[in-house]
C-alpha cells in the first residue's frame, strides 16, 4: 500500500493509512473508490515532498514585515500534483464566499497567534514564514496534508468525512508539522514518526483550547471532531483520553490507538505505527495536563514546546519522557508538584 509508506520521503498527513485501508475493504463501492482515491493522492503527493524534505529553507516564502501572511488558493479539485491552485484569499483580503477559504485562512491565522502569543514564535520556521493552504483538493479527497512547503486539505466525500478545513485541530496539527520541521525534524517512522505525530496532535488540540479558553478539566480532547461526516458513527479521529474516538463504525471499525506500552505496535504499516503509537504517549500527555491543572497549554504546553525544540531528528519516547522530566525540574522544581505529576503520567502509560 502507498500511503506514507517511506519514511525519508513522508508526506505528512491526518489521515493514518490503516483508516483508508478499512475503507477501502468497504461492501460499498462508492466508499471503496474514495478510499482508493485518497491513497493515490498520498503516492502523488509524497513525490513533491520527497524533494522538500530535504530543503526546507528553500520552501519558505518569508513575509516581509515578519508578520503573518497567509494565502489560501483553490486547487478547484485538481490532485496534488498542481497545487497550490489558483489564488483566492490573501492577508489583506475581506471574507470570501467559499467556507473552505475562509476556514483555512482563519485557522491558519489563530494557529500563527498560538506560537506568537505563547512563544514568541514567528511562524512555522520561527523567521516569518508564508502560510500558503490549497483548498478543494482532489475531487472529495478524504485527507489533509503537510507536504513541506503549504498545506492541502481535501473536501471530504460527504458521508464519512466531510471538508477537512472544518477542524481548526487538524489545521493547527497540519502546521505543526511545519513547526517540528524546523525544529527537531523527527523522521517519520517508528517512535520518533509518532512523537512528530504526537507534537502535531499535542499542539494541534492546545491551539483549538486555547482559542476557546478551555481548561484540561473541561476541554475536549478529541481531535478532527468536526470532519467526521454524517454516516459515519466515530466521535472524533483521535481521542487523548481513555476512551475509543470510534468503535465498530460501519467505515472505519473501531479506533485501534494503544494508550499504554505493553499495547504498543511492533509492526511495519504506517510507517511503523506512527498514527498508532502516538496514543500511548498522547494519553501520557492528558494525563499529565488533567493532573496539573488550569489551562493545558500553560505548564503542560510550554515544556512540550521546549521539549520539541531539544530533541534530535531520531529521537524516541525514552528521550521525550528524560527530557520532558528535565525541562519540568528545572522550571518548577526536582520533586515539585509538576515533576511528580509528569513522572505518574508517563508511569501510567508504562514509560
Ligand atoms: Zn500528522
Known amino acids: 500500500m502507498p500511503t506514507c509508506s517511506c519514511p525519508r520521503h513522508s508526506l505528512l498527513c491526518i489521515i493514518p493509512p490503516y483508516m483508508l485501508e478499512t475503507m477501502a475493504g468497504s461492501?460499498?463501492?462508492e466508499v471503496r473508490d474514495w478510499a482508493v482515491r485518497a491513497i493515490e493522492a498520498s503516492a502523488d503527493a509524497r513525490a513533491t515532498r520527497r524533494t522538500l524534505r530535504a530543503m526546507p529553507a528553500m520552501a519558505a516564502a518569508m513575509s516581509p514585515g515578519g508578520e503573518r501572511q497567509r494565502l489560501v488558493y483553490d486547487a478547484r479539485h485538481q490532485g496534488m500534483s498542481s497545487l497550490p491552485g489558483r489564488l483566492a484569499r490573501t492577508e489583506s483580503d475581506p471574507k470570501v464566499s467559499d467556507a473552505a477559504v475562509n476556514e483555512a485562512f482563519d485557522h491558519s491565522g489563530t494557529t500563527y497567534d498560538f506560537y506568537s502569543t505563547l512563544f514568541g514564535r514567528n511562524s512555522?520556521?520561527?523567521n516569518g514564514m508564508r502560510l500558503i493552504s490549497s483548498v478543494h483538493v482532489g475531487a472529495s479527497l478524504n485527507n489533509a496534508f503537510w507536504n513541506g512547503q503549504q498545506m492541502a486539505y481535501g473536501d471530504g466525500d460527504g458521508r464519512v468525512f466531510v471538508r477537512f478545513t472544518a477542524s481548526?485541530?487538524?489545521v493547527g496539527h497540519e502546521l505543526t508539522h511545519g513547526v517540528v520541521a524546523h525544529e527537531c525534524n523527527l523522521v517519520y517512522e517508528a517512535e520518533s514518526g509518532a512523537l512528530n505525530e504526537h507534537f502535531a496532535d499535542v499542539f494541534g488540540l492546545l491551539v483549538r483550547q486555547w482559542k476557546?479558553?478551555?481548561t484540561a478539566a473541561r476541554a475536549s480532547w478529541l481531535i478532527g471532531r468536526e470532519i467526521i461526516g454524517p454516516q459515519c458513527t466515530a466521535?472524533?479521529?483521535r481521542d487523548f483520553g481513555p476512551g475509543l474516538a470510534y468503535e465498530n463504525d460501519p467505515f472505519l471499525g473501531s479506533d485501534p490507538q494503544p494508550k499504554h506500552m505493553r499495547h504498543k505496535y511492533t509492526g511495519t504499516?504506517?510507517?511503523?505505527?506512527?498514527?498508532?503509537?502516538?496514543?500511548?504517549v498522547n494519553h501520557a500527555f492528558y494525563r499529565f495536563a488533567r493532573s496539573v491543572g488550569g489551562?493545558?497549554?500553560?505548564i503542560p504546553g510550554a515544556i512540550?514546546?521546549?521539549a520539541m525544540r531539544k530533541l534530535s531528528s531520531n529521537s524516541g519516547f525514552a528521550d521525550l519522557v528524560a527530557t520532558t522530566e528535565m525541562i519540568a525540574a528545572a522550571r518548577h522544581g526536582q520533586d515539585g508538584t509538576v515533576h511528580r505529576a509528569l513522572r505518574q503520567a508517563w508511569r501510567d502509560v508504562g514509560l
Open 27 to 29: 461492501s460499498d463501492p
Open 124 to 126: 512555522l520556521d520561527g
Open 168 to 170: 481548526l485541530d487538524v
Open 212 to 214: 476557546s479558553r478551555q
Open 235 to 237: 466521535r472524533a479521529l
Open 269 to 280: 504499516d504506517d510507517n511503523g505505527g506512527v498514527h498508532l503509537n502516538s496514543g500511548i
Open 295 to 298: 489551562p493545558a497549554w500553560k
Open 304 to 306: 512540550w514546546y521546549e
